[in-house]
């Protein structure tokens, strides 16, 4: 199994593969490479549905089903073409598989699409045709929101199927508990650096105070931590400052501010080359996914003596909480599972260390160890 890619979208060099090549047959030049595209990551199945009555156009990606079903969210995005749809699906499939196994859920890797535009109003017959998409996998793939998609859309797929989650009155907003994981695995990284996991007195660059942000915010308040933050939304800065006693910076500046801990909270790709060389921390911890713009990002984090807490390990506490959902956990029993965060990112610098390979590569390997060691159990003891 290879480790999913940071790139995405038609410049990805799997996304060149769909490409028919001059003088074959595009028919059969796309079969031929979709089944490569397959096999380049171990994706074990690709369903395609269309339903021309309401104008359903949907890919489910599934994975991997080693650890349990495949879960992962519907997007719903306007995509430039179908080929450029497929790939961001397999993409973003692999990429629950590594975060589900990290988490230490029982569950697979999948992701579904829906081609089209987002701001339809006409949304009824289309999300029951993807429901009736997921019924048709029969349990091996569950879904739930993304970009693009609502509780209110969820509630249409559930007219159709049982796999799906994310419900209204269900687990809810899932920031609480995706804050609380950052916040733990945050004390680890202070704990690898100094041999003590207080964070009273550090400094910490917030950017982004929305859900996660605002969340976190508080719990670091509430143990002394300092924080310097930033939004583009200022009313979502003025609360942070007025309940956390935070220090307000314009979004710009967020990269240069002398802190113990830099916390992105808000957008991907904000580790990149412009960034790394302004950042004056010694971690970088945050809840926002795809942090590095490439993985070579990560390898410089490593080379300035940066500990990074790899997104997909830290920010895992929103899947818990709809594997939660799915399960019947009580809150506080999300939230202790979240709270074992701080565990793995402490064996992701232990595997980082013993391999000397930079943390980013170190969570690709304990995702990797957990599903071959599984299925190896599995096939052992029928
Ligand atoms: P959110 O939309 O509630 O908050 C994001 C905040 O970032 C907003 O307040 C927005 O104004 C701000 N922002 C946008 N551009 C900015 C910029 N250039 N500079 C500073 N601030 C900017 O989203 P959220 O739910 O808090 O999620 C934040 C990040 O965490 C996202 O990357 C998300 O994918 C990731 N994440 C969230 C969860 C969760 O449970 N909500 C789980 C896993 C990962």
Redesign the pocket.
Known sequence: MKAPAKSSGSSSPAASILKPSSGREPGAAGALALFSLLAEHDHEQVSVYHEPSCGYRGIIAIHSTVLGPALGGTRFWSYRTDEEALVDCLRLARGMTYKAAVAGLNLGGGKSVILGDNRTTRREALFRAHGRHVESLGGRYITAEDVGTSTSDMEYIKAETNHVTGLIGKSGD??P??AYGVYRGMKACVHYRSGSDRLTGKTVAL???????YHLAKLLHAEGAHIVC????PQ?VRRVVEECGATAVA?SE?YDVRADIFAP????AVINDDTIRRLRVEIVAG???NQLAEDRHGDLLEERHVTYAPDYVI?G??LI?VNAELHGWSPERARNKAGEIYDTILRVFEIAREERIPSYQAADRLAEQRIATIAQVRRNHV
């Open positions: 899932p920031s508990v995706t950017q982004g105070c929305g859900s996660v942000g930033t939004d583009i939304d979502r979004t967020i909270c808000a957008l991907g809840g926002a996914n920010n506490g929103g909480n």
